[in-house]
């Protein structure tokens, strides 16, 4: 699995890292994701992440296997 963020998309809404806190983070200055981890190896993280992506309202996170 492979995590991509499009900084740009994220509108700062938080719901990937209230899914996933050990792979998103929000930039302090104005709440953009970051990413934590860019290939999460357990398959509870993979889950976790793959819910944050279809949480995403913005559609800012892109998961490939």
Known sequence: ????????RCCAS???V???????????????V???DDAPGDADAQ????EAA???PAGAITVRA
């Open 34 to 36: 970051t990413l934590l």
């Open 18 to 32: 209230l899914t996933a806190d050990d792979i998103f983070d929000q930039r302090d200055e104005d709440g953009v």
């Open 1 to 8: 699995m492979h995590i991509e963020i499009d900084q740009d």
């Open 54 to 56: 279809a949480l995403c």
């Open 14 to 16: 938080g719901q990937c």
């Open 47 to 50: 889950a976790r992440a793959e």
